[in-house]
């Protein structure tokens, strides 16, 4: 079993920053891929960035070279440093685990999800 739970969001105007945080609990966390996802009111949960267990990491085209996805397993955390924010980065954004190493992109690949933190990017 994996817990998470995310902190960090709030209210940013654009062009702004934040830096969301994933606190994982679990023995096991070095085994796990981490993503973040998104979701804004009315649209399907996105992909926004992950990082394998080795450190790996990917991001969704839209904040490539923006968003930065780092993992401290010593505390057991995932931090997602979000730059240059703008007004459609604004949703609700959740942690999640995922056990396997493909896929890893799609949300109904992971395992555990945090509760979400928002974020609103005013123009």
């Known amino acids: 079993q994996v817990q998470l739970v995310e902190s960090g969001g709030g209210l940013v105007q654009a062009g702004g920053s934040l830096r969301l945080s994933c606190a994982a609990s679990g023995r096991t966390f070095t085994r796990y891929h981490m993503g973040w996802f998104r979701q804004a009111p009315g649209k399907e949960r996105e992909f926004v960035a992950l990082?394998?267990?080795?450190?790996?990491?990917d991001y969704a085209v839209p904040v490539q070279g923006r968003f930065t996805i780092s993992r401290d397993n010593a505390n057991q955390t995932v931090n997602l440093q979000m730059n240059r924010l703008k007004p459609e980065d604004t949703a609700v954004y959740f942690c999640?685990?995922?056990?396997?190493?493909?896929?890893?992109?799609?949300?109904?690949?992971?395992?555990?999800w945090g509760q979400g933190t928002q974020v609103t990017v005013s123009s």
């Open positions: 990082v394998r267990s080795g450190g790996a990491t």
């Open positions: 999640a685990a995922a056990g396997l190493n493909y896929g890893l992109v799609l949300s109904r690949t992971y395992d555990y």
